[in-house]
């Protein structure tokens, strides 16, 4: 069974530069595996903020951006606010129709 | 705008079944590509099913294949899942989101999504 491990929570200064990843039990994630990444608020619907890796979502701020970092889709806030404190997703297309979740990073900012 | 919204959650007893619907509207609904994810109270996000955009191909997660069942009226801009002999497992906010027209990218536009608890 394919697991997508995200880090559970990160903290970040206001102004300041965090990477989260999403790892691939069975391997490497490229671009192939079409990542993205959704941001999650108490309460809320999820946010669509990152999709084919890089692509960001419409009205998203370029503060977000999506990579590969080596075995990893990564997602990378540069200069985070308040309101970026939020859970993270990302979701990889395993093929046959068939996607997987990671299990969320918690981002705090203070 | 483009909007999607859920409805039929509820409260219902495990082994019963309970059907929920998503109602596109603001933009071409037979077009695209539907997805079901789900998240238990506290959890993460889950995937639970997609329906190709003509109804020709649904995908479900191990989880709930064989219980839950995509399907889509194109006529009625409407996104189904029946969902069958129900587990307390199953107990989860159900969102419907459209998939990316321009290739299987993941989750578009998210619903605000509907509450389905299975209890006793």
């Known amino acids: 069974q394919t697991v997508v491990t995200q880090e559970p929570a990160f903290s970040v200064s206001p102004g300041g530069t965090v990477t989260l990843t999403c790892a691939l039990s069975?391997?490497?994630?490229?671009?192939?595996?079409?990542p993205s990444w959704y941001q999650q608020t108490p309460g809320q619907a999820p946010r669509t903020l990152i999709y084919?890796?890089?692509s960001r979502s419409s009205g998203v701020p370029d503060r977000f951006s999506g990579s590969i970092l080596g075995n990893k889709a990564a997602l990378t806030i540069t200069g985070a606010q308040a309101d970026d404190e939020s859970d993270y997703y990302c979701?990889?297309?395993?093929?046959?129709?068939?996607?997987?979740f990671g299990g969320g990073t918690k981002v705090t900012v203070l | 705008q483009v909007q999607l919204v859920e409805s039929g959650g509820g409260v219902v007893q495990p082994g019963r079944s309970l059907r929920l619907s998503c109602a596109a509207s603001?933009?071409?609904?037979?077009?695209?590509?539907m997805f079901w994810v789900r998240q238990a109270p506290g959890k993460g996000l889950e995937w639970v099913a997609v329906?190709?955009?003509?109804?020709?191909?649904?995908y479900y997660a191990d989880s709930v294949k064989g219980r839950f069942t995509i399907s889509r009226d194109n006529s009625k801009n409407t996104l189904y899942l029946q969902m069958n002999s129900l587990r307390t497992e199953d107990t989860a906010t159900y969102y419907c989101?459209?998939?990316?027209?321009?290739?299987?990218?993941?989750?578009?536009?998210w619903g605000q999504g509907t509450t389905v608890t299975v209890s006793s």
């Open positions: 989101a459209r998939e990316f027209w321009s290739g299987p990218y993941g989750m578009d536009v």
């Open positions: 603001g933009f071409t609904f037979s077009d695209y590509g």
């Open positions: 329906i190709w955009f003509d109804g020709s191909n649904q």
């Open positions: 069975s391997g490497s994630v490229s671009s192939s595996d079409y």
């Open positions: 084919n890796t890089k």
């Open positions: 979701v990889l297309y395993m093929g046959s129709g068939i996607w997987v």
